[in-house]
């Protein structure tokens, strides 16, 4: 098991702190942390604030998803759920889908994972499965090919 992180309320005052200019060694008396930990999330930050995540106004909301679940517990149609809270029937049968069914649909479950789902940076595609070491690379796509010691044009 990992250490526990540092919760959300305390982070905002390390950033305002440091926004401030306070030391890392003061910001972390203030905070009842080491300094190690203060600096660590400064250093994942490069230093400077993450900016507040805002959810577009396209996304389903913690009240719709509510609204979706206590539509689903009444016996509503999907139909009636997405006329209600204004959304297309398809957007509605879908979040139901994903999250469980009709049965086992709860809006707090739904809303954690969609901020889980939409967490930033996602990692690449070669992070997420790299090229074989083996594979040969004297022939990449469109007829180029690697660059050889001595292989200039």
């Known amino acids: 098991m990992g250490r526990p992180g540092m919760p959300d309320a305390m982070k905002e005052d390390l950033w305002r702190r440091w926004r401030a200019g306070e030391s890392i060694s003061v910001i972390s008396r203030a905070l009842g942390k080491p300094p190690g930990s203060v600096f660590t ?31 689903l517990e009444a016996g509503a149609s999907m139909r009636s759920i997405a006329v209600s809270i204004g959304r297309p029937p398809s957007t ?27 967490g930033r940076p996602k990692p690449s595609a070669l992070r997420r499965q790299p090229a074989p070491a083996d594979q040969p690379r004297d022939h990449l796509p469109g007829g180029l090919h690697d660059p050889v010691e001595g292989d200039r044009a």
């Not at 996304?59 to 206590?70: G, H, K």
């Open 41 to 71: 999330v400064l250093k994942h930050h490069g230093g400077i604030a993450p900016a507040e995540r805002v959810r577009r106004a396209d996304r389903l909301t913690p009240e719709d998803r509510e609204s979706i679940s206590r539509g």
């Open 92 to 118: 509605v049968s879908r979040e139901v889908s994903r999250n469980g069914g009709r049965l086992k649909y709860r809006a707090f479950a739904a809303e954690q994972r969609a901020r889980e789902q939409a």
